[in-house]
Nanobody
């Protein structure tokens, strides 16, 4: 079992930045690929980014590529999502996710390849 707790959400103006954090506890964190998904009000959940267990492989959704960066610190059991140049369309609840299959599968699955989810943190970008 892995417990995931997100933090760092809030209200920011368009063009601004936020850094989300996800604290993991439970089973060996370094054995999991870690990802971020988001769900806007009235919309389907969508993939944002994923980082492999060792940190060497990352995938991003086209909508955030070049603006968002995912990173992890296995010594601290933490994963981060640095979000720059935020847009109103980035407004959503952001969920931290952990999976054991493959990072590629997490990126392609819209969440079906995720084994554990956090409860989410709300990001609101004002125009």
């Amino acid at each position: 079992q892995v417990q995931l707790v997100e933090s760092g959400g809030g209200l920011v103006q368009a063009g601004g930045s936020l850094r989300l954090s996800c604290a993991a506890s439970g089973r060996t964190f370094s054995g999991y690929h870690m990802g971020w998904f988001r769900q806007a009000s009235g919309k389907e959940r969508e993939f944002v980014g994923v980082i492999s267990w060792g940190g060497g492989i990352t995938y991003y959704a086209d909508s955030v590529k070049g603006r968002f960066t995912i990173s992890r610190d296995n010594a601290k059991n933490m994963v981060y999502l640095q979000m720059n140049s935020l847009k109103p369309e980035d407004t959503a609840v952001y969920y931290c996710a952990a999976g054991v299959g493959s990072a590629r599968a997490m990126a392609d699955s819209d969440g079906d390849a995720v084994d554990y989810w956090g409860k989410g943190t709300l990001v609101t970008v004002s125009s």
